[in-house]
């Protein structure tokens, strides 16, 4: 079990391009959630995926951001037409469906600083 | 609204003594706590947890209580180390069977030598 991995770890981009973000969950989780941290605050809760369909998308989801998660394995996080307010770390989850259990393991998150 | 509360930024304790960190939630539907911890350019790592049939769950230092009627759950580490230091956050599934969690705001603990 090595985790959940997230490339890049970091990415400054300019205001109005396209970025890309990928996660690897922990192989057997057929959950995976995205959130996004700002400075002071929790992480707050994006979309998330049971297996490759996306059952939840919060309102913090603009339709500037797509997720997406083929064959229910990795899932990448576009954002299009970057803003300087996108800036943040972004936190990719997952968990398997068992029992009661809601933990989530978090990788280590891909720093985005847009210019 | 923020439906779960850590109203204290910032906790300093001294190592070897007990460290409380505090959290309240408003959703009386929440049926389950989590705790992370979080060290800097690192994502959140899963501490321990509490379900609400539950007021205290321990395991080694680390033990949570959940008071129910007062909505308020809180973390003891007992006794603190130097390697406690790092940014705790309190979280409940949102309900459902999603399960995406809310987070407080986060308590960074200090913890002095």
């Known amino acids: 079990d090595t985790g959940v991995s997230q490339n890049p770890r970091h990415k400054i981009t300019k205001r109005g391009q396209n970025v890309t973000f990928r996660c690897d969950p922990i192989s057997e989780h057929n959950r995976l959630y995205w959130y996004r941290q700002t400075l002071g605050q929790g992480p707050e809760f994006l979309t998330y995926?049971?297996?490759?369909?996306?059952?939840?998308k919060s309102r913090l989801l603009s339709d500037r951001f797509s997720a997406e998660r083929p064959k229910g394995s990795f899932s990448t996080l576009e954002i299009q037409r970057t803003e300087q307010g996108d800036s943040a770390m972004y936190l990719c989850a997952s968990s398997s469906k068992t029992g009661l259990s809601y933990e989530q393991y978090f990788g280590p998150g891909t720093r985005l600083t847009v210019t | 609204d923020q439906q779960v509360k850590q109203n204290s930024p910032s906790l300093s304790v001294q190592e070897g003594r007990i460290s409380i960190l505090n959290c309240d939630y408003t959703?009386?539907?929440?049926?389950?706590f989590l705790w992370y911890k979080k060290y800097p350019a690192e994502g959140p790592t899963f501490l321990i947890s509490i379900s609400s049939i539950k007021d205290k769950n321990e395991d080694g230092r680390f033990t949570v209580f959940l008071n129910k009627s007062a909505k308020h759950l809180s973390l003891h580490i007992v006794p603190s180390q130097p390697g406690d230091s790092a940014v705790y956050f309190c979280?409940?599934?949102?309900?459902?069977?999603?399960?995406?969690?809310?987070f407080g705001k986060g308590t960074k603990l200090s913890v002095k030598p």
């Open positions: 995926f049971q297996n490759e369909a996306q059952l939840e």
């Open positions: 959703n009386s539907m929440f049926d389950y």
């Open positions: 979280a409940a599934p949102r309900g459902g069977s999603q399960g995406n969690l809310i």
